[in-house]
């Protein structure tokens, strides 16, 4: 067979195997996933009968991840535009709270009932801009009497509310701050559409600025590379108009009006809660216990709170142990429980990993069991500390009885997956 012969059976040959192959990978079934999988949820979506828009509204809600597994209360971030942004939002707050960038929060997602109801409901009244627009004052009152107070009376809120928009969400949150009554204390407008009604915001807020008593409350302002949002111009005039107001403007030149909302929320919630985590050279650098502690307590007067979560425990028992004050521990365990009684149950299983991990386990039992604490025994990681230390200690029965409580308090708490299987250790 010479090669002019070859080539035409080559390519039949090479026509059929691909026509094999195809036909193949169409026959193949989609594999089922398996049974056993369980759900991982960064909220739920519900809805409350509302009497001012007399019908159903519906909202989000994300709690922290150990929101069960504790008894603090928390600060509130309402998000507008619930349906396009709840997700993201809430999982920022979740794993910016998990790396101690920000503090634990409950993400309350207000949702609309598509994009008219959108328009007209974070809008004034403009003729023109037309009909379709001007129902922000009855999306400011279902906030103020319906939504806000169903969340205070079902969760533990401790009344930090903060309100985020984007777009005609965030001209929407500008209004909000001028309202009488407010239940919200700082508020968050990402790219908001200030072109609306001529710019018309400007002169609401100048108006309001000039009446508003002081304190005026946190204001984040940000726009991305976008044109004629009239964002900078609002900035301007509001800067020179109160410089002393607590308002921060961002810009995101890389971003366009999609894709800022994220890194603008980020940005905001750091805002209103500067340097809420402190590494170990941080603490180092603030000097001893004592005014690490101060530093804790001053962080309290934030918009958000401040208690020490795990991380933070974990950070200032290393602390302690590498600027060798362990033996001023007593002394660290009563002013924490006088000054932040909130985290004395993460200080002291913070500290007691610290003996555990240094092979002090009789300290670290002494530790837990001898201090006045009525949340530990509720808490899965104290009683896994205290597994530890057992078992450590030659003690394997309360060690085997501490991990058992350990897991059914996690279960019950519905701690996340991270922290039940490094409990498992």
């Avoid at 795990?310 to 602390?319: E, P, T």
Wanted: hydrophobic share 45%; proline share 7%; with cysteine.
């Amino acid at each position: 067979m010479d090669w002019k012969t070859k080539i035409p059976l080559l390519l039949l040959l090479s026509i059929i195997m691909s026509s094999l192959l195809a036909s193949a990978a169409a026959s193949q079934k989609p594999i089922a996933p398996p049974s056993d999988a369980l759900p991982q949820s960064l909220g739920n979506l519900y809805s409350i009968q509302s009497t001012i828009f007399d019908e159903p509204r519906r909202y989000y809600v994300s709690l922290p991840e150990s929101y069960f597994g504790q008894q603090q209360s928390y600060p509130v971030l309402y998000v507008i535009d619930a349906d396009f942004h709840f997700t993201h939002a809430a999982a920022l707050a979740r794993s910016q709270a998990r790396m101690g960038k920000l503090p634990p929060m409950i993400v309350v997602g207000v949702a609309n009932q598509g994009p008219k109801d959108f328009l007209y409901t974070t809008s004034w009244p403009s003729q023109l801009e037309g009909p379709e627009f001007g129902g922000a004052d009855l999306l400011i009152r279902h906030l103020h009497q319906e939504l806000v107070p169903y969340i205070d009376m079902h969760y533990r809120t401790r009344g930090a509310n903060a309100l985020a928009g984007y777009s005609m969400g965030g001209l929407f949150t500008l209004q909000a701050m001028m309202a009488d009554n407010t239940p919200f204390s700082a508020f968050l407008a990402m790219s908001p559409s200030a072109w609306y009604d001529n710019a018309g915001i400007n002169a609401k807020i100048l108006s309001w600025v000039a009446k508003a008593p002081a304190p005026l409350p946190p204001l984040f302002l940000s726009v991305a590379n976008e044109q004629d949002m009239g964002v900078e111009a609002l900035y301007q005039a509001l800067t020179q108009a109160k410089p002393q107001w607590p308002l921060t403007f961002h810009h995101f030149p890389e971003e366009d009006h999609y894709s800022m909302s994220l890194p603008a929320l980020l940005a905001g919630l750091q805002i209103l809660a500067p340097n809420h985590g402190s590494d170990v050279p941080d603490l180092i650098a603030l000097g001893d216990y004592s005014q690490v502690l101060a530093h804790f307590s001053h962080q309290q007067t934030q918009w958000a709170g401040f208690n020490i979560g795990w991380l933070q425990a974990y950070r200032f028992a290393k602390y302690v142990f590498h600027s060798q004050q362990t033996d001023k521990i007593d002394a660290i365990v009563q002013q924490v429980s006088s000054q932040m009684p909130a985290s004395l149950a993460e200080v002291l299983i913070g500290l007691a990993t610290g003996y555990n991990k240094t092979q002090q386990p009789a300290l670290a039992i002494q530790l837990l069991t001898n201090t006045p604490c009525s949340e530990c025994r509720h808490r899965a990681q104290w009683h896994h500390q205290l597994s530890l230390a057992y078992a450590a200690n030659k003690q394997p029965q309360l060690a085997t009885q501490h991990q058992t409580k350990a897991m059914a308090l996690a279960t019950q708490q519905q701690l996340p997956a991270w922290l039940v299987w490094e409990m498992r250790e």
